[in-house]
């Protein structure tokens, strides 16, 4: 953060995230729907998790720029 005056703030920021997976992302079974697929006979659809997950990361950059164009005003 740099503040060229008492009343302006401009900043940069970065940042990373990182989800491991758990547990829950590799062992889920989920049936989502039934259907009629011939005379007294149903299917079923399932959802799997993945039996390999890959670890998922996010990089954030953000800028930002503040000012008070008054005393009168506060943030």
Not at 29 to 50: C, H, K, Q, R, Y
Request: hydrophobic share 45%; no cysteine; glycine share 6%.
């Amino acid at each position: 953060m740099w503040n060229p005056t008492a009343r302006q703030a401009l900043w940069l920021s970065a940042a990373r995230a990182i989800r491991q997976p758990d547990v829950v992302d590799i062992s889920l079974i989920n049936d989502v729907a039934t259907f009629p697929t011939g005379p007294g006979t149903f299917g079923v659809l399932e959802i799997f998790g993945s039996p390999n997950p890959n670890v998922e990361t996010l990089d954030d950059f953000e800028a930002g720029y503040r000012i008070q164009p008054a005393k009168r005003l506060v943030p």
